[in-house]
């Protein structure tokens, strides 16, 4: 029961930050084949992923530079849809939580655990816009 709390609490956090939960293959390829930018945070119950990488996600979502979509996948919950977005992150191993950006349905970077575990929420976020700065900042 405390396991399903946890599970609900973490999904309800993306979700209300305002991303996209995917949990079926049919959805992440729908999401993350856009054209466009995508960012995907793959979530996890550890307390990593609840005390840096999704205090850092909600607050990609108001970060200057936006993705043109927001998604979320939950590594150990929906694996069906885990291992289907894990084909778009060619070059790297499984990792969550973890964060990828995807621009035209191709990973351009991602952000994986051992830059998030053992690390500030401020560093995190830091790489993470450092990154959209880089991938996903349009040209003017």
Do not use: W
Not at 16 to 32: F, K, N, Q
Not at 82 to 97: H, L
């Amino acid at each position: 029961m405390f396991m399903n709390d946890v599970v609900q609490t973490a999904r309800k956090e993306m979700v209300e930050s305002g991303y996209r939960e995917l949990t079926s293959p049919e959805e992440v390829d729908d999401v993350l084949s856009k054209e466009g930018t995508t960012f995907v945070m793959i979530n996890s119950v550890c307390g990593c992923a609840g005390g840096i990488a999704r205090p850092a996600a909600n607050y990609m979502k108001n970060y200057e530079v936006e993705a043109d979509h927001y998604a979320t996948v939950f590594a150990g919950q929906d694996r069906e849809a885990t291992e289907q977005a894990r084909t778009y992150f060619k070059g790297y191993p499984p990792s969550s939580p973890s964060f990828a950006l995807i621009k035209d349905g191709e990973i351009q970077t991602m952000i994986e655990r051992h830059e998030i575990e053992g690390h500030e929420p401020i560093e995190v976020v830091q790489k993470l816009e450092k990154a959209f700065d880089q991938y996903f900042k349009k040209e003017v």
